[in-house]
């Protein structure tokens, strides 16, 4: 899908569907007026007779409209004069979801001239760009009769005034990249567990480290694991063939003195609970068990086609969890990269066991700062439900930036707290450490455990287990965080 902003006359468009937003003040819009006069007073008659409304989510589809040279004109609901950031981002994820299922090439859209409270006409291109090309996202490499892809490749966005027209086009890109990053992550996501194994993860980030010169990829093969003492992760992966591996993505967009941004993403491409068996009902979710290093992927994917001034590691921790004669016991007692001792309590607390070690492993880059992302506890779809990721931080800068990036891009989270009394909760009567705090605030106690590990730095954990993916009919991934984190990064980078 190819973007470009144009400031035009809107009557003249050849374009195979001329969008207009029908405001709750719609008379105020000189360019609806203007369609209005061209078309003899239609657009006045349908909203006279109840045909067109303007609440949000409510459009009006004409062919052939007479006095225009668009070949349709979609007449789009837009609600209040003055929307929210949530709002509009529902408004435009209605309109590129309708607009990617037409018969068209070709879209031509006039809604640049929207208010949303603290947000320019900038943020708004770059969420409608984003928005059309998460919507042409599908996922059928499994069906036997493959479903059409959008036909819709030109979009062309209209505004009033030649003025920042180039800025436009470049918000505009930026949001392409940030949504081919969040549809990399979504197929990851949605792969199976028998073909997106910790191999195959590790394939992809070498293909994309072929794609830019200043991406490097390496791979830690479980020998090498071994030698660098990750007793923890390799615990994990004892009662599975696929072998484990530790995933290093190193981007260096940025000055080279500069410390790194590191990203780490759990990578469990099925958790089945290993010996501490999970219940058989949506077992199959567990799939989803590696969208933390899916989103630090699809990041990186965007981070390389936006080409971003900035410095990121990636390391992913890709393990299957699975129950076998080999697999770790409860009561096993295992000892971490950083010499710290855990007695595994219940194996299906495994996503801490993976994360410690990539996150001792990391303290190498002198980190300015570092995000793990990870499906980590149910806990957390009870607390936040899907909403928001939770955000547990030792450092109330970095947490506060997190959540400023979560709001600019409506990929929302919501702060826990990760005082000493939680903190208690992990103890062990034979190790350092318990892997598990018991039922009371598992979201906490799980980013407790993970904050031991991660004392010398600035650090923020991201729980995504009730955002990552959707339940039920809908079933598929979301691809967030991608946006929070690409939002966030945009914002160090001073963008
Ligand atoms: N991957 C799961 C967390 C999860 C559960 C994500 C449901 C999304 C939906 C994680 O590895 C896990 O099993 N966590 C346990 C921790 C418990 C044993 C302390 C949980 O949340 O039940
Ligand atoms: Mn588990
Ligand atoms: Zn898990």
Redesign the pocket.
């Known amino acids: 899908m190819e973007f470009t902003a144009i400031a035009c006359n809107l009557l003249a468009q050849k374009t195979d569907c001329l969008v207009i937003a029908l405001e709750q003040d719609g008379v105020d819009n000189p360019a609806l007026q203007s369609i209005d006069r061209a078309t003899g007073g239609l657009v006045s008659r349908l909203r006279a007779s109840g045909d067109i409304k303007n609440t949000v989510g409510s459009s009006l589809l004409i062919n052939e409209p007479t006095g225009l040279a668009a070949k349709r004109l979609l007449i789009l609901g837009s609600g209040e004069k003055t929307a929210n950031e949530q709002s509009f981002l529902a408004l435009t994820t209605g309109l590129a979801n309708k607009l990617t299922k037409l018969p068209i090439q070709s879209a031509c859209i006039s809604i640049n001239h929207l208010q949303v409270e603290h947000r320019d006409n900038v943020w708004q291109a770059q969420q409608l760009a984003r928005k059309l090309v998460e919507a042409s996202y599908l996922f059928n490499p499994f069906k036997s009769k493959e479903k059409k892809i959008t036909s819709l490749k030109k979009v062309t966005l209209a505004t009033p005034s030649r003025k920042g027209l180039n800025v436009l086009k470049n918000t505009l890109n930026t949001g392409k990249a940030i949504a081919n990053g969040v549809n990399l992550a979504r197929e990851l996501g949605d792969l199976p567990g028998n073909i997106c194994t910790p191999s195959y993860l590790a394939s992809q980030a070498k293909k994309l480290a072929k794609k830019h010169v200043k991406l490097s990829c390496k791979v830690l093969s479980e020998k090498q694991m071994k030698t660098l003492g990750m007793g923890a992760l390799l615990s994990v992966t004892a009662g599975t063939i696929e072998p484990a591996k530790m995933i290093v993505l190193e981007y260096m967009g940025g000055k080279s003195g500069d410390k790194p941004i590191v990203l780490v993403g ?1 990578g ?1 491409t099925f ?1 089945s ?1 290993g010996i ?1 068996l ?1 219940p058989g009902g949506a077992m199959d ?2 799939k ?2 590696m969208c933390g290093a899916a989103s630090v992927l699809g990041t990186f994917s965007t981070l390389i086609e936006a080409g971003l001034p900035i410095n990121v590691v990636g390391i992913i921790s890709a393990v299957e ?1 699975m129950p076998s004669g080999t697999a770790t016991k409860p009561g096993d007692i295992v000892k971490s990269m950083s010499g710290q001792t855990i007695e595994v309590l ?1 194996t ?4 801490r066991l993976i994360l410690c070690d990539a996150l001792t492993y990391a303290g190498r880059y002198k980190p300015k700062s570092i995000i793990d992302i ?8 009870m607390a936040l439900g899907s909403h928001a990721s939770g955000i547990l931080s030792n450092n109330d800068a970095l947490a506060a930036q997190l959540e400023t990036a979560g709001q600019t891009s409506g990929d929302r989270i919501w702060r826990l707290p990760l005082w000493n009394e939680y903190d208690k909760q992990l103890k062990s009567n034979f190790a350092d450490m318990a ?5 009371p605030a ?1 979201t906490i ?2 980013a407790c455990f993970l904050g031991r590990f991660t004392k010398d730095y600035k650090w923020a954990h991201l729980d995504i ?2 955002t ?1 993916w959707n339940s039920g009919g809908n079933k598929g991934a979301t691809g967030r965080p991608v946006p929070l984190l690409t939002q966030y990064l945009l914002e160090q980078a001073g963008l």
């Open positions: 759990k469990v958790d609970g501490s999970k979710e567990m989803y068990d969890n219940n299906d607390a495994e996503g990870a499906t980590l506890t149910g806990a957390c779809v892997n598990i705090g018991g039922r598992g106690t799980a287990a009730g990552a």
